[in-house]
T-cell receptor, first 112, second 117 residues
């Protein structure tokens, strides 16, 4: 079965420190991978995606993600966290069809 | 604001009643998706429209759920004979296809929160 796993329900990081939010997937073929962020009372917002090419993808708000095919992972990273980055982050995968599969989300808390 | 809009934002209903939600996608987007999100979970795919054609409906949906997109613009999601298990956030998203493959980012609306008493 196709799936996306976000193993951490919550990640706490101090402001200014680097952050990583983990995502692994199980999809046949060459998937397309996405990260979305959800702020309270707002819809999900697209951050970045991997289609093909360079394994390091840069996105909005200084976020980047690294695609690792051998480990089937797509971890979200940021070199220096901001308090305003505190939100709910979702990893998603498209196996090339319209049926996008989302992870359960990771709550990021950046402490001042 | 030219983003995806959803109405109503909140709906409280009694078990057994019918409810209808509306989604207005970004005007030039011809792909439209409905998702359901419960607490602690990510969005679960419900159905997909390419223009006015409903191309896929999740097996998660019972026959009580129906969706339409009559003119390829706005869409409605109706739930008949609501049950307490239907309580969730219903999300709509749209996208503009860059190709025949599905790697375009989706633009989400704020959602409609349904509470069934």
């Amino acid at each position: 079965a196709q799936s996306v796993a976000q193993p951490e329900d919550q990640v706490n990081v101090a402001e200014g420190n680097p952050l990583t939010v983990k995502c692994t997937y199980s999809v046949s073929g060459n998937p397309y991978l996405f990260w979305y962020v959800q702020y309270p009372n707002r819809g999900l917002q697209f951050l970045l995606k991997y289609i093909t090419g360079d394994n390091l993808v840069k996105g909005s708000y200084g976020f980047e993600a690294e695609f690792n095919k051998s480990q089937t992972s797509f971890h979200l990273k940021k070199p220096s966290a901001l308090v305003s980055d505190s939100a709910l982050y979702f990893c998603a995968v498209s196996p090339g069809t319209y049926k996008y599969i989302f992870g359960t989300g990771t709550r990021l808390k950046v402490l001042a | 604001d030219t983003g995806v809009s959803q109405n109503p934002r909140h709906k409280i209903t009694k078990r057994g009643q019918n409810v209808t939600f509306r989604c207005d996608p970004i005007s030039e987007h011809n792909r439209l998706y409905w998702y359901r999100q419960t607490l602690g979970q990510g969005p679960e795919f419900l159905t997909y429209f390419q223009n006015e054609a409903q191309l896929e409906k999740s097996r998660l949906l019972s026959d009580r759920f129906s969706a339409e997109r009559p003119k390829g613009s706005f869409s409605t999601l109706e739930i008949q004979r609501t049950e307490q298990g239907d309580s969730a956030m219903y999300l709509c998203a749209s996208s503009s296809p860059g190709s025949l493959r599905f790697f375009d980012e989706q633009f989400f609306g704020p959602g409609t929160r349904l509470t069934v008493l």
